[in-house]
């Protein structure tokens, strides 16, 4: 969040505009290449950790097409019994906190998920995207 704090206190509203809604600039084709970098840099974290083998089950996809083909879908109970402990030993990054959800689906009074430091930062832009877009409907609403 500094970055943005910092964009704003510099009235740098250009920069911090392509900074939280750049991706709206980019057509299908460079969206889809950065989710594809994105899912790459996930499956590389994944490999080196405890929680990211058993997800894998023993491959170790390089493309988007082998994920697709060697992946299995997942449930929160694939997570376990990882995730209930909150053993962060086994995740590819050591978490900056843990969330408590609702737990709605009656198997567990509750279910944790544990948030990384580029999770945040991450987010963090996503909040300052949605303020931002907000904030232009709001103003064109304003106008009619």
């Keep these: ?17 392509q900074l939280c809604c750049g991706f709206l ?3 299908t084709d460079q969206f889809m290449q950065i989710q594809e970098q994105l899912l790459l840099e996930q499956l590389t974290s994944l490999q080196n ?12 996809p390089r493309t988007v097409a082998e994920f697709r083909e060697q992946v299995l879908l997942t449930t929160y109970p694939d997570y376990c019994p990882e995730l209930l ?5 086994g995740l590819p990054a050591k978490p900056i906190t843990w969330v408590q959800t609702s737990g709605r689906s009656g198997e567990y ?8 430091q580029r999770f945040w930062d991450e987010a963090g832009l996503d909040f300052c995207a949605i303020a931002m877009l907000g ?10």
Excluded at 135 to 144: A, C, I, K, T
């Design 135 to 144: 904030g232009l409907q709001r103003q064109r609403q304003g106008s009619h």
């Design 49 to 60: 950790c405890k929680m990211g083998r058993k997800l894998l089950a023993g491959t170790m």
């Design 1 to 17: 969040m500094s970055q943005i704090t910092e964009l704003l206190s510099q009235e740098r509203y250009q920069e911090l505009w």
């Design 85 to 89: 402990q909150k053993d962060e030993a």
């Design 25 to 27: 600039d980019l057509n």
């Design 109 to 116: 009074a509750c279910k944790w998920v544990p948030v990384s």
